[in-house]
């Protein structure tokens, strides 16, 4: 199975930071690799598919980059509505599996 | 607008079944592959089971290894509805089930629509 690595596992910031998150994939997976929001309660949300394409209605804010192993994603400038934990998720191999995720906390 | 809405959880005993249902409307049901993705409580989320669609050239059922054997995932067309069988439950099945759309863009795929999940105890 492909094991998916996040990092961090949670980082503290504040309204208008620039987040980095990370997923290092343990083998080469291109660029299918996807990115979901999840809040306290609620079910996950796509954010980010194919490494760097955001999904309808997401905010141009979050962004994502990579290609092989390494992926990131970005969130420009850290609004209220972005406090979650952000999963990432390969779809190249079977099993798809998720990163263990990150949560991003005030 | 499309919904999916699980039901089915609640306590069981270690051993014991327990049969999700997901209701989907507002796409076409039959042309998507759906899968079931579970989460115990305070952790990540695990993939559980794929049952690909209608319209796909080649017809699959998936599950990961930590459910094979176990569970069955089934769908039912003509009634929109996606389903999971459970047997021999364990403690370490306790998770929020959700069901997922899996949808692709060119090659790529994704869970693009969840349900609010439901949540399955196994306990004595």
């Known amino acids: 199975d492909t094991q998916l690595t996040q990092s961090p596992s949670s980082l503290s910031a504040s309204v208008g930071d620039r987040v980095t998150i990370t997923c290092r994939a343990s083998?080469?997976?291109?660029?299918?690799l996807n990115w979901y929001q999840q809040k306290p309660g609620k079910a996950p949300k796509l954010v980010i598919y194919?490494?760097?394409s955001l999904q309808s209605g997401v905010p141009s804010r979050l962004s994502g980059s990579g290609s092989g192993t390494d992926f990131t994603l970005t969130i420009s400038s850290l609004q209220p509505e972005d406090f979650a934990t952000y999963y990432c998720q390969q779809s190249y191999t079977t099993p798809q599996t998720f990163g263990g995720g990150t949560k991003v906390e005030f | 607008e499309v919904q999916l809405v699980e039901s089915g959880g609640g306590l069981v005993k270690p051993g014991g079944s327990l049969r999700l249902s997901c209701a989907a409307s507002g796409f076409s049901f039959s042309s998507y592959s759906m899968n079931w993705v579970r989460q115990a409580p305070g952790k990540g989320l695990e993939w559980v089971s794929s049952?690909?669609?209608?319209?796909?050239?080649?017809?699959?059922?998936y599950y990961a290894d930590s459910v094979k054997g176990r569970f069955t995932i089934s769908r039912d067309n003509a009634e929109n509805s996606l389903s999971l069988q459970m047997n021999s439950l364990r403690a370490e099945d306790t998770a929020v089930y959700y069901c997922?759309?899996?949808?692709?863009?060119?090659?790529?795929?994704?869970?693009?629509?969840w349900g609010q999940g439901t949540l399955v105890t196994v306990s004595s």
């Open positions: 997922a759309r899996w949808e692709g863009r060119g090659s790529h795929y994704f869970f693009d629509y």
């Open positions: 049952i690909s669609s209608s319209a796909s050239s080649t017809s699959f059922i």
């Open positions: 194919a490494a760097s």
């Open positions: 083998q080469s997976i291109s660029n299918y």
